[in-house]
């Protein structure tokens, strides 16, 4: 399996009209946060595979639509998960174990400061 990871910074290599040809081979993407949801999307688009993403402490323009309704719970449970989980074609993940493809994703995103936890 072959994993893109982002974080932190939009790569020009990724941002290009030429991602789809050079990474033809990446399976999933995993955005360990700080990105735009645009970016994120664009990603999503241009290799047409699963994107999975948490928030870091930056770039929070679009955290409202994903955080916590129960902000005492450190971990979403299903009655506390948001409403919207995939956004942009990317999908949310924090507080989440995932299994795709025999592989576990676990999100563990945002900053407590940043955030107002």
């Known amino acids: ?39 994120l999307g664009f990603i999503s688009g241009s290799l047409n595979k ?24 450190s971990i979403n449970s299903p009655d506390t998960l948001p409403q919207m989980q995939n956004y942009f074609g990317a999908t949310f993940i924090d507080g989440r174990v995932l299994k795709r493809n025999g592989l576990l994703i676990a999100g563990l995103g945002e900053s407590l400061d940043a955030t107002g936890f």
């Not at 290599?13 to 993407?29: E, G, P």
């Not at 993403?53 to 409202?64: C, M, S």
């Open 50 to 73: 699963p994107v999975y993403f948490v928030f870091g402490n930056h770039n929070l323009e679009h955290y409202h639509l994903f955080k916590r309704r129960d902000s005492s719970s």
């Open 1 to 39: 399996m072959t994993i893109l990871c982002v974080a932190d910074h939009i790569d020009p290599l990724v941002y290009s009209t030429q991602a789809k040809n050079r990474y033809k081979d990446v399976d999933l993407v995993l955005s360990a946060g700080d990105l735009p949801m645009q970016y």
